[in-house]
């Protein structure tokens, strides 16, 4: 999903771009994990296979959304093999306020969505199941949500990532079944990475698109809990797919990191939103 900015980046640095195990294209094996410490190792144990297979000693770490998440985990089991870790759009940050509750102050329908997505998300009912469920209405599915989020993407582009989706998503369940014992209903994490990152001796950076629903509130948090370099970057004109957006400003935001690992975006205020 990130070619809007590879040949950029393959100019200049050496890449790897991995599937998550049980995700993509990766293989699917079967994930009978039952705490977050063995939900975390289902995906990094074999990034670490791999990095050995490979002989890479030390490389820059980059992931997005839940592979954001995926990153801090990896740094945090291995952290001789990391010299820095690039967060982009990572969920799983953001410590969950003492306050928060998914039923506070709703109305009864926002009730019943909140109780119905818990019972789904206890039951393991991810959206790749659900999707499998829909049998012959899932590419028609899919292809109303590409139109949706993808909006900014020419039709052959689209279509391109409707097919790619329809073929990942209706491949049989693994990876994704390892997420309710890693993020509650409502994406907060059930280990905030906020709360643990603060171990690592590396630059970190975190990089959120300006219309993200997911705040850089968690990127501030790490900051605050450690004496390692941190920065913080919002990417103008981009929300959480931040490589389709505005994958130039994507880049501009990378090669800064990567060059003066300190230098974070000034941030107003206003542009510290609340959210994961």
Known sequence: MLYGVLAELAAIYRLYLVDLMGMGQSSRPACNV????AAEAFFTAPLEELCQLLELDSFVLMGHSFGGYVAGAYALAY???????????????????????????CSWTAKLYWRTLAY???KKLTPNSLLQMTGPLSGLLLSLYTKQR????????RKAVQLYLEQVCLLPSSGDLALVH????????????AGRLCSLSVPMAFIYGENDWVSPLGGLQVRASTSTPVAVHIVPESGHLLYMDNPAGLLSAIHLVLTHPALSTSLSPSQVWPGK
Do not use: N
């Open 182 to 193: 890693l993020l509650e209903p409502g994406t907060y994490a059930c280990k905030p990475l």
């Open 150 to 157: 993808l909006a900014g993407l020419d039709s052959l582009e």
């Open 34 to 37: 039952a705490s977050t410490e």
């Open 79 to 105: 952290p001789h093999r990391v010299r820095q870790v690039l967060f982009l759009s990572p969920i799983g940050v953001t410590l969950k306020p003492v306050e928060f509750s998914s039923l506070q102050d």
């Open 120 to 122: 789904m998300w206890r």
